[in-house]
């Protein structure tokens, strides 16, 4: 039994010590920083658009890594090794994740402001069809009363 803790001990020993996790080779074709951030802006939109209308990608047949390796010109094998090379490097990684959520965050606002700008217009078009529509009651009131008053012959 003592024997047996023994080898246990030094078998946990050896393998708590071991350094198993090594870094992803450098990919043979490595991105750029910009174009790993335009690689991940273009996935986070990609992925978004799949959630909200998946049919019309599909109607147009745009499949998120063909789209991708086509863009960026390299092979889905290049795709994931930069992915992970990336990943490896945890503050090259943050800064472009932090850089990417900030592009996310500008065209939300730019889309939130064209939506509101939108709202507004259906707004304004709303009261002019409404004042319009009261003019034109106003009117016809108007009129009604009118043949009403007229004599009878």
């Known amino acids: 039994m003592k024997k047996l803790c023994l080898f246990l001990g030094i078998l946990i020993a050896f393998t708590a010590c071991q350094d198993v996790e090594t870094s992803p080779p450098k990919p043979k074709k490595l991105l750029s920083e910009k174009q790993m951030q335009d690689l991940m802006y273009d996935m986070i ?13 599909q109607e147009l047949d745009i499949e998120m890594y ?6 960026y010109n390299i092979d889905s094998t290049t ?7 990336y990943n490896y490097e945890f503050q090259t990684n943050l800064d472009i994740y932090e850089s990417v959520k900030d592009s996310i965050e500008f065209l939300k606002q730019h ?4 939506q509101n700008l939108r709202d507004s217009l259906r707004k304004i078009e ?28």
Do not use: W
Not at 66 to 71: I, M
Not at 111 to 114: G, Q, R, T
Not at 128 to 133: A, I, P
Not at 137 to 150: D, E, G, I
């Open 45 to 57: 939109l990609l992925d978004a658009a799949t959630g909200v209308n998946n049919p019309k990608l």
């Open 66 to 71: 063909d789209f991708l390796t086509e863009k």
């Open 79 to 85: 795709l994931k090794q930069n992915i992970d090379y």
């Open 111 to 114: 889309y939130d402001s064209i």
């Open 126 to 153: 709303r009261q002019k069809m409404d004042s319009l529509k009261l003019k034109d009651s106003t009117a016809y009131k108007k009129q009604m009363k009118l043949q009403k008053l007229k004599p009878m012959k």
